[in-house]
């Protein structure tokens, strides 16, 4: 009976690190899906505009099929409860397919699929979170208009004291965001 019971752990200890326990909902087009994205036309100015109505701040994300560091943020990052919280109570998130074709249009009237547009833009990694300010000019685009930019995949504490940080306006501040995530990262226990 003992040995039934340890082979039973034992497979079960098999399948566990087979299956991710956040596995992440991939869409039609290959990308991860959360909740907290939203799904509009993509037109910038009315996603801002939408975004600043409900008084959230509006984040685009760049995304590409098969993205392991996508997976990755969508996996181990996003769903932090304090990370998937703000994403989700004070942020409007865009995504954009880095190779799709889905028209977007940018702040400045300019209309492009999606690679397109993310090669207009010069968006070269994924996952890529723009974010953006309250009030866009009419003749920038959405990198110009920008207050943070983050290429790449990153931890917890990176990406929530950035969240953080674009809410609290720090951009406006003297204290650099590198100087912001040390000091919070010292307080988080990191």
Partial sequence: MKRLVKRIAAALAVAALAVPVWAAELGDDGLHKADWMRDTFKDLREDLEEANAEGKRMLVVIE?????????????????????????????VIQI?????????????????????????????????????????EDVTAPQAAVANMPGAFGKWTTLNLLSWVLEKGYDGEEPFQKYHARKFADQGG
């Fill in 64 to 92: 590409q099929r098969g993205c392991i560091y996508c997976k990755k943020m969508h996996e181990e990052v996003f769903v932090v409860p304090a990370v998937a919280s703000l994403l989700r109570e004070r942020y409007f």
């Fill in 97 to 137: 397919n880095m190779f799709g074709d889905v028209e977007v249009t940018d702040f400045d009237g300019v209309t492009l699929p999606e690679k397109d547009m993310v090669k207009r833009w010069g968006a070269l990694f994924t996952p890529n979170m723009i974010f953006l300010p309250e009030e866009v000019a």
